[in-house]
């Protein structure tokens, strides 16, 4: 059993309640403390500094990086090792007799382990079945975050001492090392959507994550959203000052509204009027996203495979990995901020999944794949972007907010007009199991552009083709209907004023392959990170370099097994 210490991160504090608890089970001798270290020593060799002494040259010595901190002996497996700690490192070597070779030996059989990969450090006892408390010492364990891959995963080191006084030594030096990393978070607002995917993301919470919350002790204020937009309200109203991050389970839904809701708080905070263009600020705080959902391309783009431990352990060791957002605005006013827009075939598509959420989520989304399909048409567009110039756009975008708000002044508009049966807009790859390279693989986390990806009026059998190939390495934009951009801004407005329904009954057709469509409601569907969004009329779209950060890294290409596509 591991006793977690004191919440608070004084460390003294916190070995203090751990020498209480050994207190109840190990009765200390009336001879004073004194003696008590010399019986230690007659088990397991005690340490080299006493106890005070220790303290108060750590806070009065700043040691090398390869300076020993403290030495000690401790039991690693079943044999006994010569243990050194340094302010980067714990290395470890068994003791062994005296040999010509010796020197040699102990150089091959050296082991260690980074403390930037260590995220806990616990005080280990035994305990007899129904014991809460106390407990005999064993030792301590370090919690090292190991990885194999994209994965990462937990891993424990114990190291076995029964000395009171040689633990306390050890504990106290690692949990002032640990608490000195940056970016690594204390206290994290959590937001858990109840019903994302297979209404698995409380269990996935409570099964994979909090235990590596607690275990990295870091304090989770959870909110289990009742309803779509209850984050958002939280977000708004709520104080942030006290949390460290902010935490979402669940699907690209959920993802994007509460991205969404930090935003929008920090441009509340900063004073910004959303219903004009305005440069916007950064939110104030970094952003983790366990996966829960169907496809979680946002969390894949940062963690580069769908794994519970592996986005929890990115939180605890506060990898922060910076993204550029786009903005979303109609007649002047911000609509929304987000990562990615469909529009045509992706927002015809999920319009009419919405319209049938009472069927199990994997049947609505291949019935609303399969019916947008046979009633693929068009859209008649003026499409405008300004491209963006590559390295040059780079380096500017490190340089956060010294661009300007009007767009026009970094670049002219270029203008098509024609039939179009899908336009994606995507400021990051949005990597998934059925697109491992990433449904806009030509783009990056932060590069401080988008991929505009504009695919022409053609036949439905040759649409197919170029979906298909989402699902393997072979260039998904190799057609001579597809057009690619790296742009910085885009304006799509609409022209049709016909309408073909989505949902259409078999009996009724819409007779040719050119006519356009509207919804009869005169809004025309987006799909904006897999949101619903109804839109009157033109919609700018924005991207802003690095607005928000995420907890993970940049990734190339998802880690998972690629899954086809059934229906197509």
Not at 109 to 137: H, I, M, N, P
Not at 189 to 211: G, R
Not at 345 to 370: D, N, V
Not at 379 to 388: A, P, Y
């Amino acid at each position: 059993m591991f006793e977690s210490p004191c919440k608070s991160i004084n460390v003294l504090d916190a070995w203090s309640e751990n020498q209480e608890e050994l207190r109840e089970t190990q009765p200390v001798s009336s001879r004073g403390t004194r003696k008590r270290q010399q019986n230690a020593t007659l088990s397991v060799s005690a340490p080299q500094l006493c106890a005070d002494d220790a303290d108060k040259e750590r806070k009065e010595k700043k040691y090398r990086p390869d300076e020993p901190i403290v030495r000690g002996i401790f039991q690693i497996g079943k044999k006994s090792h010569n243990v050194v700690l340094t302010a980067t490192r714990v290395t470890w070597t068994p003791i062994q007799p005296e040999t010509p070779t010796a020197d040699h030996d102990v150089k091959r059989q050296e082991e260690y382990v980074e403390l930037k990969d260590v995220f806990a450090v616990k005080v280990k006892r035994r305990r007899s079945a129904g014991q809460q408390t106390g407990g005999t010492l064993l030792g301590i364990t370090l919690f090292q975050c190991k990885k194999k891959g994209l994965k990462l995963k937990e891993h424990a080191i114990h190291l076995n001492n029964l000395s009171e006084d040689h633990c306390e030594i050890w504990f106290k030096s690692l949990k002032e090392i640990l608490s000195g990393f940056k970016n690594r978070p204390k206290s994290l607002k959590v937001f858990v959507n109840p019903i994302s995917h297979k209404k698995e993301a409380y269990q996935i919470y409570l099964d994979e994550v909090a235990p590596l919350f607690k275990l990295a002790d870091i304090e989770a204020d959870v909110t289990i959203t009742k309803r779509k937009g209850h984050a958002l309200s939280i977000l708004k109203d709520c104080s942030l000052e006290e949390h460290d991050g902010v935490v979402c389970v669940g699907g690209d839904g959920s993802v994007a509204e509460v991205a969404h809701g930090l935003l929008l708080r920090a441009q509340m905070d900063a004073g910004r009027d959303t219903d004009s263009i305005f440069t916007p600020v950064q939110a104030a705080l970094p952003l983790g996203i366990i996966p829960a959902g169907s496809t979680n391309v946002v969390a894949c783009s940062v963690h580069g495979i769908r794994r519970g431990m592996t986005a929890a352990l990115h939180i605890i060791m506060g990898h922060h990995q910076p993204v550029d957002v786009c903005s979303f605005s109609s007649m002047g006013r911000l609509l929304r901020f987000g990562f990615s827009a469909m529009f045509g075939f992706g927002g015809r598509t999920l319009a009419l999944a919405e319209r049938h959420r009472w069927m199990p989520p994997s049947q609505r989304r291949e019935f609303a794949l399969i019916k947008t399909l046979a009633n693929l048409k068009p859209e008649d567009c003026e499409l405008s972007f300004i491209t963006s110039h590559g390295a040059e756009d780079q380096i500017n975008a490190r340089v956060l907010y010294t661009i300007h708000s009007v767009i026009g002044e970094h670049g002219s508009w270029q203008t098509r007009q024609g039939l179009y049966l899908n336009i994606s807009i995507m400021a990051i790859p949005c990597l998934c199991s059925t697109a491992p390279r990433g449904l806009a693989p030509n783009t990056r986390l932060n590069n401080g552009s988008m991929a505009l990806i504009a695919v022409g009026n053609t036949s439905r059998s040759e649409f197919i083709k170029h979906l298909k190939r989402y699902n393997s390495t072979t260039n998904q934009f190799g057609f001579s209907f597809i057009e690619t951009q790296t742009v910085k801004a885009v304006k799509l407005r609409p022209h049709s004023q016909g309408r073909c329904a989505d949902d259409v009954s078999e009996n009724e057709e819409c007779n040719t392959k050119t006519m356009p469509i509207i919804s009869s409601e005169g809004t025309y569907p987006w799909n904006i990170d897999a949101d619903l969004l109804e839109v009157p009329s033109e919609l700018l779209i924005r991207v802003h370099p690095q607005l928000l950060t995420l907890f993970g890294a940049d990734m190339e290409e998802a880690e998972e097994a690629p899954v086809k596509c059934s229906c197509i």
